[in-house]
C-alpha cells in the first residue's frame, strides 16, 4: 500500500451556490447566479439552484454524512448575500446564524471548518450598483465582508480561501459569458481579474492585521489544468508554457511574485491593467498555501489556424491572446463533461507549481469527476469514479514521494449538486442526490474514500 503522510488533510467540498436551495429565506439578498440561472436558455433545462440539495435544512443530515466517511476537513463557501443581502451596510443575523450552527456541527464531529468566502455568487445590488467585478469599489465591499466574516467566524475557522477560481469568474464570466454575469469581452475579463486579485489581497491584509490574534491561515485557490507540448518542438513546448501561464499564473504570479508574467504584458498590452508598486507590495506574499483545483489536461500546441479547442467549458480563456491550440488525446478515456482523465498530468502540473512558486504548501481543494450515474437496487456503483480517484491519487501519493510538500486533498464533490450551466445533469458527488426526495445515498466511490482515509494510503 501507499501511504500518505501521518498528517495529510483529506477532505470534501462544496458551494453555497451549488447545495443550499433558501435562494430567498430568511433575508438573504439575490446573487448574480439567482439572477443569471432566471434567464432562459443559461442552465441547462433552465435550471436554477432555488432549492438545489437544500443544505439551507439538511445541513446537519450532511455532516453526518461526512463524518461517516471519516473525513478530517470539508471546505464549504459563505453566501455573501446571506450575509449581507446588498453586499454591503447591515448584516443579516439569521445568515451569520446558519453558517455559525454549520460550523458548530463541524466541529463537534470532528471536522475541520474550510471556509471560502467567494464561490462566484455575487449579490446582485454588487452587480448593478458598481458593475460587479469590473468596479473598482469591489475590492473595498469584498475586504469589508470578509472582515465579518473573520469577525463572526473567526474564533472557530482557521483556514479560509478568499476566492474560489478567480479564472473562472474572470473568464467563463466577463470573457465566455457562460457563467454569470454573462458577459462576452476580450477585454473585461483581464479588468474584472485585476480587481478580483487586489479583492484577495485587501482581505488577506486586514485578517493578518487584526486578526492575527486567531491564528489561522489564508490563501486562495486558483484552478488550473495541465497543458502537455504536443510535440517537442520549440514552439509547442513555449505554446504549454504560455497556455499555463495564462491560466494559472496570471493570478498565482502576482501573489506569490507580485506581478503578471511578462508574456501577458507583452501580449496584451494596454488590455491588462497595471498594479502601482503599492498595490504589487499589497497583493505579493498573500497566501499562506498553494489551493489548486484540477481536473483535466490538454495537449498544447502552437496555433497553426486549424484546430478548435473541444470542452464543454471554453477551459483555453482567449485562445487569440496566447496563439495556443489545445487538444485532446482521443486515447485519453473523458468524463461526462468531457475532461479527459490523466493522472501523470496532476503530477506534472504539482511539479511546476513547486518550481515556480518556491515549493509552497499545497492542498487540492477539489479533484473529482462527473459521470452519468444511476441508482439501482438503492445502489450507485460508480466504478469510472473509483478509477478516477485512484489515478489521481496515486500521481498526489508520487508526488509527495518525490519530496513536494502537497498538504492535503479535497474531494469535488461531497454530493450531487448544481453543476452551473450544466444543472443537475452533471453528478460529481461522492453521495447520490436524488433531487425529487433530496435523499441523499453514498456512491461506491464514497465507501471507497472513506477506507482511503481510515487505511491513509491507497
Ligand atoms: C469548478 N473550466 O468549476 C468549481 O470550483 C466548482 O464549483 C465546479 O462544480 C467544479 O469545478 C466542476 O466544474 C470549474 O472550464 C468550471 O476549466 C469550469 C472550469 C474549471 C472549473
Same mark, same amino acid.
Given at each position: 500500500?501507499? $501511504?500518505?503522510? *501521518?498528517?495529510?488533510?483529506?477532505?470534501? %467540498?462544496? &458551494?453555497?451556490?451549488?447545495?443550499?436551495?433558501?435562494?430567498?429565506?430568511?433575508?438573504?439578498?439575490?446573487?448574480?447566479?439567482?439572477?443569471?440561472?432566471?434567464?432562459?436558455?443559461?442552465? #441547462? *433545462?433552465?435550471?436554477?439552484?432555488?432549492?438545489?440539495?437544500?443544505?439551507?435544512?439538511?445541513?446537519?443530515?450532511?455532516?453526518?454524512?461526512?463524518?461517516?466517511?471519516?473525513?478530517?476537513?470539508?471546505?464549504?463557501?459563505?453566501?455573501?448575500?446571506?450575509?449581507?443581502?446588498?453586499?454591503?451596510?447591515?448584516?443579516?443575523?439569521?445568515?451569520?446564524?446558519?453558517? &455559525?450552527?454549520?460550523?458548530? &456541527?463541524?466541529?463537534?464531529?470532528?471536522?475541520?471548518?474550510?471556509?471560502?468566502?467567494?464561490? !462566484?455568487?455575487?449579490?446582485?445590488?454588487?452587480?448593478?450598483?458598481?458593475?460587479?467585478?469590473?468596479?473598482?469599489?469591489?475590492?473595498?465591499?469584498?475586504?469589508?465582508?470578509?472582515?465579518?466574516?473573520?469577525?463572526?467566524?473567526?474564533?472557530?475557522?482557521?483556514?479560509?480561501?478568499?476566492?474560489?477560481?478567480?479564472?473562472?469568474?474572470?473568464?467563463?464570466?466577463?470573457?465566455?459569458?457562460?457563467?454569470?454575469?454573462?458577459?462576452?469581452? *476580450?477585454?473585461?475579463?483581464?479588468?474584472?481579474?485585476?480587481?478580483?486579485?487586489?479583492? $484577495?489581497?485587501?482581505?488577506?491584509?486586514?485578517?493578518?492585521?487584526?486578526?492575527?490574534?486567531?491564528?489561522?491561515?489564508?490563501?486562495?485557490?486558483?484552478? %488550473?489544468?495541465?497543458?502537455?507540448?504536443?510535440?517537442?518542438?520549440? #514552439?509547442?513546448?513555449?505554446?504549454?508554457?504560455?497556455?499555463?501561464?495564462?491560466?494559472?499564473?496570471?493570478?498565482?504570479?502576482?501573489?506569490?511574485?507580485?506581478?503578471?508574467?511578462?508574456?501577458?504584458?507583452?501580449?496584451?498590452?494596454?488590455?491588462?491593467? #497595471?498594479?502601482?508598486?503599492?498595490?504589487?507590495?499589497?497583493?505579493?506574499?498573500?497566501?499562506?498555501?498553494?489551493?489548486?483545483?484540477?481536473?483535466?489536461?490538454?495537449? %498544447?500546441?502552437?496555433?497553426?489556424?486549424?484546430?478548435?479547442?473541444?470542452?464543454?467549458?471554453?477551459?483555453?480563456?482567449?485562445?487569440?491572446?496566447?496563439?495556443?491550440?489545445?487538444?485532446?488525446?482521443?486515447?485519453?478515456?473523458?468524463?461526462?463533461?468531457?475532461?479527459?482523465?490523466?493522472?501523470?498530468?496532476?503530477?506534472?502540473?504539482?511539479?511546476?507549481?513547486?518550481?515556480?512558486?518556491?515549493?509552497?504548501?499545497?492542498?487540492?481543494?477539489?479533484?473529482?469527476?462527473?459521470?452519468?450515474?444511476?441508482?439501482?437496487?438503492?445502489?450507485?456503483?460508480?466504478?469510472?469514479?473509483?478509477?478516477?480517484?485512484?489515478?489521481?491519487?496515486?500521481?498526489?501519493?508520487?508526488?509527495?514521494?518525490?519530496?513536494?510538500?502537497?498538504?492535503?486533498?479535497?474531494?469535488?464533490?461531497?454530493?450531487?449538486?448544481?453543476? !452551473?450551466?450544466?444543472?443537475?445533469?452533471?453528478?460529481?458527488?461522492? $453521495?447520490?442526490?436524488?433531487?425529487?426526495?433530496?435523499?441523499?445515498?453514498?456512491?461506491?466511490?464514497?465507501?471507497?474514500?472513506?477506507?482511503?482515509? &481510515?487505511?491513509?494510503?491507497?
Amino acid at each position: 500500500m501507499k $501511504h500518505f503522510p *501521518n498528517d495529510f488533510l483529506w477532505g470534501t %467540498a462544496t &458551494s453555497s451556490y451549488q447545495i443550499e436551495g433558501a435562494a430567498n429565506l430568511d433575508g438573504k439578498g439575490p446573487s448574480i447566479w439567482d439572477a443569471f440561472a432566471s434567464i432562459p436558455g443559461k442552465i #441547462k *433545462n433552465n435550471e436554477t439552484g432555488n432549492l438545489a440539495c437544500d443544505h439551507y435544512h439538511r445541513f446537519e443530515e450532511d455532516v453526518q454524512l461526512m463524518k461517516n466517511m471519516g473525513v478530517k476537513a470539508y471546505r464549504f463557501s459563505i453566501s455573501w448575500s446571506r450575509v449581507l443581502p446588498t453586499g454591503k451596510g447591515a448584516v443579516n443575523e439569521k445568515g451569520i446564524q446558519f453558517y &455559525s450552527k454549520l460550523i458548530d &456541527s463541524l466541529l463537534r464531529a470532528g471536522i475541520e471548518p474550510w471556509v471560502t468566502l467567494y464561490h !462566484w455568487d455575487l449579490p446582485l445590488a454588487l452587480q448593478l450598483e458598481d458593475d460587479g467585478w469590473l468596479g473598482s469599489t469591489l475590492p473595498d465591499h469584498f475586504a469589508n465582508y470578509a472582515k465579518i466574516c473573520f469577525d463572526r467566524f473567526g474564533d472557530r475557522v482557521k483556514s479560509w480561501i478568499t476566492l474560489n477560481e478567480p479564472w473562472v469568474a474572470a473568464m467563463l464570466g466577463y470573457g465566455q459569458g457562460v457563467f454569470a454575469p454573462g458577459r462576452t469581452s *476580450n477585454t473585461e475579463p483581464y479588468r474584472a481579474a485585476h480587481q478580483l486579485i487586489l479583492a $484577495h489581497a485587501k482581505a488577506v491584509t486586514i485578517y493578518r492585521k487584526e486578526y492575527g490574534h486567531q491564528n489561522g491561515k489564508i490563501g486562495i485557490t486558483n484552478n %488550473a489544468d495541465w497543458r502537455e507540448p504536443l510535440t517537442l518542438n520549440q #514552439k509547442d513546448l513555449e505554446a504549454a508554457e504560455r497556455a499555463l501561464e495564462f491560466f494559472l499564473a496570471w493570478f498565482a504570479d502576482p501573489i506569490f511574485k507580485g506581478d503578471y508574467p511578462q508574456v501577458m504584458r507583452e501580449r496584451l498590452g494596454s488590455r491588462l491593467p #497595471k498594479f502601482t508598486d503599492q498595490e504589487k507590495e499589497l497583493i505579493k506574499g498573500t497566501s499562506d498555501f498553494f489551493g489548486l483545483n484540477h481536473y483535466t489536461t490538454m495537449y %498544447a500546441a502552437h496555433h497553426n489556424g486549424r484546430l478548435k479547442e473541444s470542452s464543454v467549458y471554453g477551459n483555453g480563456g482567449i485562445s487569440e491572446d496566447q496563439d495556443v491550440t489545445l487538444l485532446q488525446d482521443s486515447n485519453w478515456p473523458v468524463t461526462s463533461m468531457n475532461w479527459a482523465v490523466v493522472p501523470w498530468g496532476c503530477r506534472k502540473l504539482l511539479r511546476w507549481i513547486n518550481d515556480r512558486y518556491d515549493q509552497p504548501d499545497i492542498y487540492i481543494t477539489e479533484n473529482g469527476c462527473s459521470y452519468p450515474d444511476v441508482l439501482v437496487d438503492g445502489k450507485v456503483d460508480d466504478t469510472l469514479r473509483v478509477a478516477f480517484y485512484k489515478g489521481y491519487l496515486e500521481a498526489c501519493q508520487q508526488t509527495i514521494a518525490e519530496g513536494i510538500p502537497l498538504k492535503g486533498y479535497f474531494a469535488w464533490s461531497f454530493m450531487d449538486n448544481f453543476e !452551473w450551466a450544466s444543472g443537475y445533469e452533471k453528478r460529481f458527488g461522492l $453521495h447520490y442526490v436524488d433531487f425529487e426526495t433530496l435523499e441523499r445515498i453514498p456512491k461506491k466511490s464514497a465507501l471507497w474514500y472513506k477506507e482511503v482515509i &481510515s487505511k491513509n494510503g491507497i
